[in-house]
């Protein structure tokens, strides 16, 4: 009689191994210098910036170039808006960073994220979805609608989650969002300072 569940385990490892090699090559895809980041050619105003946005991905397990998110950030901070056409990411932008899910930190995926201050040279940030919320409201998590905007290419609408800021390593984003006008800003930013306490 075979063993099946040792077989069933030899098949499990083989596909591990497998995806683990397909996400490093796609990776290093991502990284090549022929495929450079876009960059959001102005620094504020509704509409403007790169209007490239990565499509929806699937869940991903963490990997260590993934160590640039810093983890929940729990402390206060004070919201600026200071987007600047440098290079770098500022308060005030739209952009792709790897957010690992709460329940589940060893998975996530790419989402877009908006900036909204700066704590040392970490960067502090709320996660955009496509998802409507509006229905869960009860879940104890808090979102505001934000609108379209150009890190979205199929002009969804997106929500804002109030209530987990992030904290990246400025090295854990990718420019391809855009710059928030500063009205959309300043009102999420207001909701976020009721809901955090801040």
């Known amino acids: 009689m075979a063993n099946w569940a040792g077989v069933g385990r030899t098949l499990l490892k083989a596909a591990k191994v497998g995806a683990r090699a397909y996400e490093s090559s796609q990776r290093q895809q991502r990284r090549s210098p022929s495929s450079p980041a876009r960059r959001s050619s102005s620094g504020s105003g509704s509409g403007t910036g790169s209007t490239g946005a990565r499509p929806s991905a699937p869940p991903r397990r963490r990997t260590s170039d993934d160590t640039a998110y810093r983890g929940d950030f729990t402390g206060r901070a004070d919201i600026v808006y200071a987007p600047r056409a440098d290079g770098d990411a500022d308060p005030g932008e739209v952009v792709w960073a790897w957010v690992p899910y709460e329940d589940d930190p ?36 808090d979102w505001f609608d934000l609108g379209t905007g150009d890190w979205d290419r199929q002009g969804r609408p997106s929500e804002v989650r109030l209530d987990r800021v992030l904290r990246l390593a400025p090295s854990a984003v990718r420019r391809e969002g855009a710059a928030l006008d500063r009205l959309r800003f300043e009102e999420v930013a207001a909701a976020a300072r009721l809901s955090l306490g801040w």
């Not at 700066?118 to 940030?125: K, N, P, R, S, Y």
Request: charged share 35%; proline share 3%; net charge negative.
């Open 106 to 141: 060893t998975q996530g995926k790419d989402r877009p994220v908006l900036v909204i201050a700066m704590v040392g040279e970490d960067l502090l940030g709320l996660m955009l979805t496509s998802k409507d919320h509006t229905g869960d409201r009860d879940d104890g998590r």
